[in-house]
Every structure is written in structure tokens, then in C-alpha cells.
T-cell receptor
Framework: GAGVSQSPRYKVAKRGQDVALRCDPI?????LFWYQQALGQGPEFLTY????????KSGLPSDRFFAERPEGSVSTLKIQRTQQEDSAVYLC?????????????FGEGSWLTVV | AQRVTQPEKLLSVFKGAPVELKCNYS??????LFWYVQYSRQRLQLLLR??SRESIKGFTADLNKGETSFHLKKPFAQEEDSAMYYC???????????FGPGTRLSVLP
């Protein structure tokens, strides 16, 4: 594909509502990452997949956050019972494989506002 | 713990002036350092990485392990360099980056 695609681009959720954010990585990319970027901050790591396996979820802030990549391509980040502090840009990134020699490519992000 | 600091939130320079964006890190292992850039209304993209020792768009960065720094430099800033710049550290085993808070570079005409 042309790049990492994320949807929705913008989401306004009422506090307590569940949301699902989708990421379409570049075709053939094995590694997929989710980052959270709060206003005025740098991106913070949430979780990492290699194919369908979630190898690292140490950055997920609470058990309300859940990510999956069941077929090793598209990934969904789900946030249950959203709270105002969840308001942020959620960035997805992918790379051909793990390893520092491989460039990771970011999507444009999903902007979540919880009101 | 891994940490990346960028002391300047905003840096303004005039076109043609030299620019240096500061980055310091703390990491117990052998870090890999990167600079990412985000131009207005565009996605985050890799600018350069220390292991390749390359110069992209006239920017260079040298890893100084003694000072734990990876400052980004360009001798003559251009207006199109105006963007948000993030310094990032990759843990040695993979690509789970730790990003700094970012510096907004504004190059004035």
C-alpha cells in the first residue's frame, strides 16, 4: 500500500464509551507498533506485534487498553470505558521486520478526544 | 531507566543561520539513537540514525557517549526545515523507541 493507514482519523467519545482504532500496516510488514502521543509530548510506546503475536504490551497504561492483530496484518487498538486522560493521538507504525536496521513507518494517527 | 530529553520546546532561527537541536539520553546499554521529523500536516518520519552516520537534508548528528548526547545540527537553516523534531532511543534488542518531548524548529525568513 501507499503507507500505514489509520482509521478513524478523528474520534470524539463520551467518557465511558468504548472505542476501536484500526491500523492497516504496509503490506508485508511483519512488525507493528502502537504509540500514544499526548498533547505537547513525544510518542510513548504502547505495544508491539510480530505477525499475529503480541510480543510486548508493557506500555499499555491499564487493562482498559487491548490490542490485537489476529491475522498478522490489520491491527485494532481497543479502549474500554474511555476516560479524559485517554485523549491523545494514537500512532500506528510498521516495519518489514524487527531490528534496528529496518525503518519504521508511521501512520497519520487517530486523534481521540474524550469529553 | 531509558529516557530522552530535549531541553528546548521551541527554537527560532533566521534563514541561513546555524541550528542545533539538543538531545540527551540516559540508557544503561548500547543505545541506538535516531532523529524523527514531523512537518506540518504530515506523518512522523525518520530523518537520520546514528549507526548510518549519514547526512540527510544537510542535517548531521554525532553520538557522544561521554556526554550521552545526540545533538542535531545544520550549518545553514532553510525555511522548509521548520518542523517538529523528535530525538528517539531504541533499546538494543529492537525498535521500541523511547521518544523525547520534541523541539519545534521555526526558521524565520
Amino acid at each position: 500500500g501507499a503507507g500505514v493507514s489509520q482509521s478513524p482519523r478523528y474520534k470524539v467519545a463520551k467518557r465511558g464509551q468504548d472505542v476501536a482504532l484500526r491500523c492497516d500496516p504496509i503490506s508485508g510488514h511483519v512488525s507493528l507498533f502502537w504509540y500514544q502521543q499526548a498533547l505537547g509530548q513525544g510518542p510513548e510506546f504502547l505495544t508491539y506485534f510480530q505477525n499475529e503475536a503480541q510480543l510486548d504490551k508493557s506500555g499499555l497504561p491499564s487493562d482498559r487498553f487491548f490490542a490485537e492483530r489476529p491475522e498478522g496484518s490489520v491491527s485494532t487498538l481497543k479502549i474500554q470505558r474511555t476516560q479524559q486522560e485517554d485523549s491523545a493521538v494514537y500512532l500506528c507504525a510498521s516495519s518489514l521486520s524487527r531490528g534496528s536496521g529496518n525503518t519504521i513507518y508511521f501512520g497519520e494517527g487517530s486523534w481521540l478526544t474524550v469529553v | 531507566a531509558q529516557r530522552v530529553t530535549q531541553p528546548e520546546k521551541l527554537l527560532s532561527v533566521f534563514k541561513g543561520a546555524p541550528v542545533e537541536l539538543k538531545c540527551n539520553y540516559s540508557y544503561s546499554g548500547s543505545p541506538e539513537l535516531f532523529w524523527y521529523v514531523q512537518y506540518s500536516r504530515q506523518r512522523l518520519q525518520l530523518l537520520l540514525r546514528h549507526i548510518s552516520r549519514e547526512s540527510i537534508k544537510g542535517f548531521t548528528a554525532d553520538l557522544n557517549k561521554g556526554e550521552t548526547s545526540f545533538h542535531l545540527k545544520k550549518p545553514f537553516a532553510q525555511e522548509e526545515d521548520s518542523a517538529m523534531y523528535y530525538c528517539a532511543l531504541s533499546r538494543s534488542y529492537g525498535q521500541n523507541f523511547v521518544f523525547g518531548p520534541g523541539t519545534r524548529l521555526s526558521v524565520l525568513p
